[in-house]
């Protein structure tokens, strides 16, 4: 089992947020929170490698940090073209059986409850936010047996997929996968769940955290 982690730009990451953090605050809580994901796959103990899929020069100090590969998609390719690119990179050059996809905006994820929700695994295994719209975690063995969509609201487009390949689907809500970052509120949500966290110490640190406290207490005001 192989860990796929797209990251598709920092520059211009998590634009939900542009009312409330500056661009160069956006693009470091993106990278607090891509090291919170990678140091939880790196932990796991039942992952065989793990791979950063990004064109971002960022990538290349991460991948080089947490000693992932790394692998850069064609420049015209949308998420789930990048994603089946390299799914199909790890069948070639690593003889995967198995891929998850875990976005780089779920901080609070942990190695344990990882590994867990591997030993269940059998064919399909999706993990959807905690709306049921989108698809945060997305388990295949083997990596290409069904279609990848990732559109922001793949959650019951991934389950019809995996229904029409014959495959039913393993769901697993309510997991540390269902809190993806895209807004004030969720940054909250993480700073009180993972305060260990790297996101919420630079939430902390770079003020940004009081900041989003006194536009709550000033909107409840």
């Known amino acids: 089992m192989w860990a796929i982690v797209p990251i598709k730009t920092f520059d211009r990451a998590k634009q939900r947020l ?3 953090l500056s661009e160069e605050e956006r693009r470091s809580l993106m990278l607090a929170m891509a090291r919170d994901v990678l140091t939880c796959l790196t932990r796991s103990t039942r992952l065989s490698g793990i791979l950063i899929v990004s064109r971002a020069p960022e990538a ?3 991948a080089q940090t947490f000693a992932t590969e ?3 998609e064609s420049p015209d390719a949308n998420l789930a073209e990048a994603l089946q690119q390299a799914a199909q990179h790890l069948i070639d050059h ?5 891929v998850i996809i875990v976005p780089a905006d779920v901080p609070g994820i942990e190695a344990e409850e990882l590994d867990r929700l591997i030993a269940d695994h059998e064919q399909v295994t999706i993990l959807p936010d905690d709306e049921n719209i ?3 975690g997305l388990m295949c063995s083997p990596p290409l047996c069904m279609p990848y969509i990732f559109d922001g609201k793949s959650f019951k487009p991934h389950v019809s997929a995996a229904f029409d390949c014959g495959i039913t ?3 697993v809500p309510a997991t540390n996968f269902s809190l993806d970052v895209d807004t004030p509120d969720d940054l909250v949500a993480v700073y009180d769940s993972q305060p260990d966290s790297q996101t ?9 955290m009081v900041r989003l ?9």
Do not use: E, K, M
């Open 70 to 72: 790394r692998y850069a």
């Open 18 to 20: 542009a009312n409330v």
């Open 213 to 221: 406290q006194a536009r709550s207490n000033s909107q409840s005001g």
């Open 169 to 171: 689907p393993r769901i």
């Open 94 to 98: 690593f003889s995967a059986t198995g």
């Open 200 to 208: 919420a110490i630079y939430l902390q640190r770079s003020g940004i």
């Open 134 to 136: 989108g698809t945060n």
């Open 60 to 62: 290349d100090a991460l």
